[in-house]
């Protein structure tokens, strides 16, 4: 959700941001839906305040046996009141007008993130290790799954239909491992608090970290008006929701282990093969929940939280600095860390960092306050992967390949997996 006084004040301003999101000006629209709110709450307002001053002087004229003015005070006072819920109506209509119109619009991005219409205009920031060299042709995931007999598309296309998987045996229980090791790293070394979140959300949580309306087809929505979360973010962000916090007590950082559910509309025949783009899958999601001034800092913090478990499963990735065309709706900058995939001769996405600002905590009306002053600020938001368990689990099979076809298990895993060495 944007201010509307800053766009009142920089009319010009704010289109040249939304011109970065390849948007036309939306000031002419947003404040001619402005102007009609504030209108309409005018004339409400003018007629409670001549509703008001009749009914006081209805008791005078009472008091003084002026009968006449009493009876044409009464009949003003009662048509006052029956033009007043009218004007109600069209003041609440003309504000959702006008919020309806503002979520849709995406989130001013930082001056520093670089021009672009698509992921082409990325910018490498860094790059961590080397392309693994196997010395023989790289088997895809999914073939050494499948070679294994622990991976298992087919029975899963039977029951659920497509982008459903089976994982079987040592690569179920080598997910598993990933995540348990996520969560110890993230809660244990980099300060997150791990929460075990509800699955189930409402519309307005989804509202609040502005996957609704506009993101409405991605969604997995139940006959009681529930949606899957789409991922841990949500649940988590909405925990500051409709408060106000203490500055004293921030930041919050929170962690969760959870599925993920998406529908991956206007997707096909993107990653149709394998586990890279799944309608169920698991993920470990960082979330913080801070003052203004500590959003920029807790950016980079938490985009090393996440490359330090890359780091610790010595996978070779590299740092991107997405581009105005590929930075998400609601981010005002996002680092996306993408992992060596040798199938694919490529680096991949794997996890994606995102700085909010104060965008999601407007829309969930989430706000801070310095102990014993009066100002009440919004609170800035922050989310990432910490990181999407099946892609980190593609990662290892790929990386981590043997010539033979089975899989060695990377060292900070074994511990995980009960010393096991090598799945085969």
């Given amino acids: 959700m944007h201010d509307i006084k800053y766009i009142r004040q920089n009319p010009d301003e704010f289109d040249a941001q939304m011109k970065r999101r390849g948007l ?12 009609a709110r504030r209108e309409a709450i005018a004339a409400k307002q003018e007629t409670e305040t001549t509703k008001n001053t009749a009914s006081k002087q209805i008791g005078a004229a009472k008091a003084r046996g002026d009968e006449a003015e009493f009876e044409r005070l009464r009949a003003q006072v009662a048509e006052l009141k029956s033009a007043e ?17 503002l979520l849709a619009l995406p989130n001013i991005m930082f001056a520093d993130v670089p021009n672009g219409a ?34 298992d598309f087919e029975a899963a296309a ?26 110890d790293v993230q809660t244990q070394e980099n300060g997150f608090t791990e929460i075990a979140p509800p699955l189930l959300v409402r519309g307005n949580a989804l509202i609040g970290t502005n996957q609704l309306p506009k993101f409405e087809e991605d969604q997995f929505k139940t006959t009681t008006d529930h949606y899957l979360i789409p991922t841990a973010e949500v649940p988590l962000t909405n925990l500051a929701r409709e408060a106000i916090h203490d500055e004293a007590g921030l930041p919050h950082r929170y962690c969760a282990y959870t599925p993920c559910f998406r529908s991956e509309a206007g997707s096909a025949g993107k990653d149709t093969r394998g586990l890279i783009r799944m309608h169920q899958f698991m993920k470990v999601e960082m979330v913080t929940i801070c003052a ?20 610790k499963l010595e996978l070779p990735y590299r740092v991107m600095l997405l581009c105005s065309g590929d930075t998400g709706f609601g981010a005002k900058r996002t680092y996306d860390l993408e992992v060596w995939l040798p199938s694919q001769n490529c680096y991949r996405e794997i996890s994606s960092i995102s700085n909010c600002g104060d965008f999601q905590a407007r829309r969930m009306n989430a706000r801070c306050r310095v102990q014993g002053e009066k100002q009440i600020r919004y609170l800035h938001t922050l989310n990432g ?8 689990l593609l990662a290892v099979m790929e990386n981590y390949q043997r010539e033979d076809g089975t899989i060695e298990i990377p060292q900070v895993l074994r511990p995980f997996m009960g010393g096991q060495e090598v799945i085969g």
């Fill in 158 to 183: 039977k029951i659920s239909g497509s982008r459903f998987a089976f994982l079987k045996g040592d690569l179920a229980r080598l997910e598993r491992a990933l995540a348990n090791f996520m969560l």
């Fill in 292 to 311: 203004p001034e500590q959003s920029l800092d807790e950016h980079e913090r938490m985009t090393k939280s996440a490359e330090s478990i890359l780091q």
């Fill in 85 to 101: 819920k009218g004007l109600d109506e069209a003041a609440n209509k003309a504000n959702q007008a006008l919020n309806d119109f």
């Fill in 385 to 392: 992967s910490g990181i999407a368990v099946g892609r980190a």
């Fill in 24 to 35: 036309e000006a939306q000031s002419p629209k947003v404040l001619q839906l402005d102007a």
């Fill in 118 to 151: 698509d992921e082409t205009a990325n910018v490498e920031l860094r790059k961590i290790g080397e392309p693994v060299q196997l010395g023989f042709t790289a088997k895809d995931h999914t073939e050494l799954g499948e070679s294994l007999g622990l991976l």
